[in-house]
């Protein structure tokens, strides 16, 4: 017999309402990296320091004031000689060059590496999957990464999902819009033709099939 969950209806209804409500119409996605302006925004993707993040910040001959640390949910960290320094948000290159600054007070030529021992990212970065996935969650966008590779990371679809129901909930131009996707035939009957970019900050939203 089909389950009942009434309150996981409302709930998924509720969500679709929300964050399709100021949306355009449907639309469907081209193949994955086919589509010139999706594969150059893909192309340049850098990775941006999120609350979360470990950082390895590293300054040349200065070993008591390099270490790890971790970026507080302000967004900040807190150095040895530079206080409450905003890291969220920017790449490691670009942090590297801000911190050699603010340490030109202190040190005569600063020259600072950082690294990334742990990944969150930005939340705006990050990729959600609600809905019918065996493991619905956020996942951390990667480069280049694919609607299959997004599906692998939840464990795909639960038996009672709907996948060519799916939407794919992207801002374009500051303007949110819904498009259709079709999971079922992407891994379910492996057509490959299903699949799509995945940029930062998508939404999957995959429905629960009515039998």
């Not at 192309?43 to 070993?63: A, C, T």
């Not at 639960?158 to 801002?171: E, H, P």
């Amino acid at each position: 017999m089909h389950r009942s969950k009434p309150l996981l209806y409302l709930a998924l209804g509720t969500s679709i309402t929300l964050l399709a409500g100021c949306s355009s119409s449907s639309s469907t996605l081209p193949e994955a990296s086919t589509h010139a302006s999706l594969t150059t925004n893909v192309s340049e993707y850098e990775y941006l320091i999120g609350p979360g993040d470990s950082l390895n910040i590293f300054v040349w001959r200065n070993p008591d004031i390099s270490g790890t640390f971790t970026v507080r949910p302000d967004g900040k960290v807190t150095t040895s000689l530079v206080e409450d320094i905003q890291v969220a948000g920017k790449t490691p290159t670009n942090l590297a060059r801000e911190i050699e600054e603010k340490l030109s007070t202190y040190i005569n030529n600063p020259r600072v590496t950082i690294s990334v021992n742990s990944f969150s990212g930005p939340l705006s970065e990050q990729v959600r999957v609600i809905g019918e996935a065996t493991n619905p969650k956020v996942v951390n966008y990667t480069k280049n990464m694919t609607l299959l590779d997004l599906m692998i990371a939840v464990g795909g679809l639960t038996d009672f999902a709907d996948g060519n129901g799916a939407k794919l909930v992207r801002v374009v131009d500051g303007e949110k819009r819904t498009y259709d996707i079709d999971i079922d035939d992407l891994i379910r009957k492996g057509n490959i033709s299903k699949n799509v970019d995945i940029l930062p900050g998508d939404i999957i939203i995959i429905p629960e099939a009515w039998f």
